[in-house]
């Protein structure tokens, strides 16, 4: 057995966005609230809902494709998919077998991960640590979410939060070392804080709870993250938090006392909450737009239902 | 605790949650009066006041939980609420 350590990094991003755009107006209405009510509490202006005929996997496909095209790593050449999701229409099958069939992923294993929003930070690690270890050659990895479906439309709390949407990441061999090695943590004493359950199936949330947790733990941990990459939390170039609440993000920035030059994403404002898919799609629109560029250092930190959160820093592909 | 005490204890009280609410909401210190409601007349929404609650039990090394937040709101209920976390 080799012993021998590959470096890893990020090779290609993905996205897709539902073209169905949602704006807050006929969600505020149904809830007795109103634009300027959620904008204050959320950041959220509008969000992408998928369509009927736009699955948990045909996102995942859709996104998956575009990060091996930006690659240019073959189908055949994924040695492993791993999607992070938890809103596939039921327990199983997962959506990762699929996924890998349809872009053509033909020698490739597939497994889905389930760490809801923190899904595709503990995903990503997973993925690098089988690069590093020679398991695998190139991973693909994809957090896709269609949770509006699960989402009741008159509950004042969650209605104007959650959108749909996917992103990926192909994760191979690389000369320079891109991707940190993670740093989590949990508090399973809240597990009961955001759940989805029942037939159909309800989405239901603790916020207060939740943003007590996020604002209090998670600057620690985004700190612990940089130390693992040995940066300075100045020194990065960009932030990609989870995107789940525009006041959330704000207040660990302020946490971590973040410069003006180190770049926050902020894509919550443009697609809600999109759960496990909201960090790689935010890293999409940073790159696509070329606020981040190649070789520059991104703290990513994925955290939500759980409660579970992860983090690491990687360098732009 | 003597009247006085306990009269001297929530001023002071009243004045660091003062303080509280200007570095986290940027209240102004004259509005902060034990009948002050924290959303009707201070305009803290339901996540600013997780983050004063927060700066609360820092500085004053106690807990309220979330049930506690459930029936605090105005300035009196919290200083009652610290007093009594304090005692």
């Given at each position: 057995m080799?012993?021998t350590?590959?470096?890893?990094?990020?090779?290609?991003l993905?996205s897709?966005r539902?073209a169905n755009?949602?704006?807050?107006?006929?969600i505020?209405?149904r809830?007795?609230?109103?634009?300027?009510?959620i904008?204050?509490?959320?950041g959220i202006?509008?969000?992408?809902?998928?369509?009927?005929d736009e699955?948990?996997?045909?996102?995942?496909?859709?996104?998956?494709g575009?990060?091996?095209?930006?690659?240019?790593?073959?189908?055949?050449?994924?040695?492993?998919?791993?999607?992070?999701t938890c809103?596939m229409?039921?327990?199983?099958?997962?959506?990762?077998?699929?996924?890998?069939?349809?872009l053509?992923a033909?020698?490739?294993?597939?497994s889905?991960i389930g760490?809801?929003c923190a899904?595709?930070t503990?995903?990503?690690?997973?993925a690098a640590?089988?690069?590093?270890c020679?398991?695998?050659?190139?991973?693909l990895?994809?957090?896709?979410?269609?949770?509006?479906?699960?989402v009741?439309p008159d509950?004042r709390?969650?209605a104007f939060?959650?959108?749909d949407g996917a992103?990926?990441a192909?994760?191979?061999?690389?000369?320079?070392d891109?991707?940190?090695r993670?740093v989590?943590?949990h508090?399973g004493?809240?597990h009961?804080m955001l759940?989805?359950?029942?037939?159909p199936s309800?989405?239901?949330?603790?916020g207060r709870a939740?943003?007590?947790?996020?604002?209090?733990s998670?600057?620690?941990?985004?700190?612990?993250?940089?130390?693992q990459a040995?940066i300075?939390?100045?020194?990065?170039?960009?932030?990609?938090p989870?995107?789940?609440?525009l006041?959330?993000?704000?207040?660990?920035v302020?946490s971590l006392?973040?410069?003006?030059?180190v770049?926050v994403?902020?894509?919550v404002?443009?697609s809600?909450?999109?759960?496990?898919a909201?960090?790689?799609?935010?890293l999409?629109?940073?790159?696509?737009?070329?606020?981040?560029?190649?070789?520059?250092?991104v703290l990513?930190?994925?955290f939500?239902?759980?409660?579970?959160?992860?983090?690491q820093v990687?360098?732009?592909? | 605790?003597t009247?006085?005490?306990?009269?001297a204890?929530?001023?002071?009280?009243?004045?660091?949650?003062?303080?509280?609410?200007?570095?986290?909401?940027?209240?102004p210190?004259?509005?902060?009066?034990?009948?002050?409601?924290?959303?009707?007349?201070?305009?803290?929404?339901?996540?600013t006041?997780?983050?004063v609650v927060?700066?609360?039990?820092?500085?004053?090394?106690?807990r309220?939980?979330?049930?506690?937040?459930?029936g605090?709101?105005?300035?009196?209920?919290?200083?009652?609420?610290i007093?009594?976390?304090?005692?």
């Amino acid at each position: 057995m080799s012993s021998t350590l590959r470096n890893v990094g990020l090779l290609g991003l993905g996205s897709h966005r539902p073209a169905n755009r949602v704006d807050n107006h006929g969600i505020a209405e149904r809830t007795a609230s109103s634009d300027e009510w959620i904008r204050e509490r959320s950041g959220i202006v509008t969000r992408g809902v998928a369509g009927e005929d736009e699955s948990t996997v045909d996102m995942a496909v859709s996104a998956g494709g575009k990060a091996l095209a930006a690659a240019g790593v073959p189908a055949e050449a994924v040695s492993l998919v791993l999607m992070a999701t938890c809103s596939m229409p039921g327990p199983l099958p997962g959506g990762s077998p699929e996924v890998a069939h349809r872009l053509g992923a033909r020698h490739a294993g597939a497994s889905d991960i389930g760490a809801g929003c923190a899904g595709f930070t503990y995903a990503l690690s997973m993925a690098a640590d089988a690069v590093r270890c020679s398991s695998a050659d190139y991973v693909l990895v994809i957090g896709s979410e269609k949770l509006t479906p699960m989402v009741d439309p008159d509950d004042r709390a969650t209605a104007f939060l959650f959108g749909d949407g996917a992103g990926a990441a192909v994760v191979g061999p690389t000369a320079a070392d891109g991707i940190s090695r993670v740093v989590w943590a949990h508090d399973g004493e809240q597990h009961d804080m955001l759940t989805i359950h029942g037939s159909p199936s309800r989405l239901a949330m603790n916020g207060r709870a939740i943003y007590r947790w996020a604002t209090t733990s998670l600057p620690d941990l985004a700190r612990r993250a940089c130390e693992q990459a040995g940066i300075e939390p100045h020194d990065l170039v960009a932030f990609v938090p989870h995107q789940a609440n525009l006041r959330i993000t704000e207040s660990v920035v302020k946490s971590l006392g973040l410069p003006a030059s180190v770049v926050v994403a902020r894509d919550v404002v443009d697609s809600g909450n999109t759960s496990a898919a909201s960090v790689p799609i935010a890293l999409t629109r940073l790159h696509e737009e070329g606020t981040i560029r190649q070789g520059d250092p991104v703290l990513l930190l994925g955290f939500g239902a759980g409660l579970t959160a992860a983090g690491q820093v990687v360098r732009c592909p | 605790m003597t009247a006085s005490a306990d009269t001297a204890s929530r001023t002071e009280l009243i004045t660091g949650l003062a303080e509280v609410l200007h570095e986290v909401a940027g209240t102004p210190a004259d509005k902060v009066v034990p009948e002050a409601g924290f959303e009707a007349d201070l305009d803290i929404d339901s996540l600013t006041m997780v983050e004063v609650v927060v700066a609360c039990e820092e500085r004053w090394d106690v807990r309220i939980p979330d049930e506690a937040l459930e029936g605090m709101r105005t300035v009196g209920d919290a200083v009652d609420y610290i007093a009594g976390a304090r005692a």
